[in-house]
């Protein structure tokens, strides 16, 4: 459906002295890739991981932005510092920022419109917790996560955005979502999108999985229909199970 793309979340691991070598290693070992492959990594590493980037086929990501253009935001990084770095791509919505950092559906909304103005692209993420899959409510949740998330955008920004379907019980737990549970959200995603939009918006979006996504199972997730890549937490810290899953992708 829309472009794969397999694309690792580095979270808060890796120095930025280790950086350059790995990001290297990265584009060596997926040279040959048939997606899109990212690296998205914390911000003080972004400029060695640009650095590493240049001249190969891997793109390098931020995990977060602020929506403000500039200002008294004590901490905070714009769209315009990621695009001056040249990075490309943009976590936004990551479950644990909704957890821990007080990431909200309105500030994901504001981060997307702003990545989408400044040219960056935005991996926004939507997932359901353990309670809500056991309350049957998990469709209610990603329709509300989805609608608040595009709210405001036109059906040609919509087309550049990629959707990370990350089920909060799956990420980091080893538990992973079976193919099938995966299947079946992101195609509710695309059907959520095809009524905000029309069907040929709605193909066009890539949607991810992600959650324990590993090099044992990234053939399986990445064969489903709605499935069109993967962002990865702990697999993309190794250079060998990341292009694994890269190649899985096609
Ligand atoms: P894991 O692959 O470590 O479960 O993390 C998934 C994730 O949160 C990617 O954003």
Same mark, same amino acid.
């Given at each position: ?180 549970? /995966?299947? +079946?959200?992101?195609? %509710?995603?695309?059907?959520?999108? @095809?009524? *905000?939009?029309? !069907?040929?918006? &709605?193909?066009? =979006? ?16 990445? /064969?489903? +229909?709605?499935?069109? %890549?993967?962002?990865?937490?702990? @697999?993309? *810290?190794?250079? !060998?199970?990341? &292009?694994?899953? =890269?190649?899985?992708?096609?």
């Amino acid at each position: 459906m829309g472009k794969y793309i397999i694309a690792g979340n580095w979270k808060m691991n890796k120095l930025p002295s280790e950086t350059y070598d790995f990001v290297k290693e990265v584009a060596a070992k997926n040279a040959s890739a048939s997606c899109e492959v990212v690296c998205c990594t914390p911000y003080v590493c972004l400029s060695e991981a640009v650095r590493a980037a240049k001249g190969t086929n891997v793109k390098i990501g931020a995990e977060n932005l602020h929506f403000e253009d500039k200002g008294a935001f004590t901490g905070e990084v714009s769209a315009d510092m990621l695009k001056d770095l040249g990075v490309e791509y943009v976590i936004i919505g990551h479950s644990e920022r909704r957890q821990y950092f007080a990431e909200t559906d309105e500030t994901v909304n504001l981060k997307t419109k702003k990545a989408l103005e400044k040219g960056l692209i935005p991996i926004v993420c939507v997932g359901e917790s353990l309670d809500e899959r056991e309350a049957g409510i998990t469709m209610d949740l990603i329709a509300i996560q989805v609608k608040k998330a595009f709210a405001g955008i036109s059906a040609a920004d919509a087309a550049k955005v990629v959707v990370a379907y990350e089920p909060i019980w799956a990420i980091g737990t080893g538990k992973t979502a079976t193919a099938d549970q /995966a299947e +079946e959200v992101c195609a %509710g995603i695309r059907a959520i999108l @095809a009524g *905000l939009y029309d !069907d040929a918006t &709605a193909k066009a =979006v890539t949607i991810q999985y992600g959650g324990s996504m590993n090099a044992a199972n990234a053939a399986e997730l990445l /064969a489903k +229909e709605n499935i069109d %890549g993967g962002l990865i937490g702990g @697999a993309s *810290l190794k250079a !060998d199970d990341f &292009a694994v899953i =890269v190649a899985a992708a096609k």
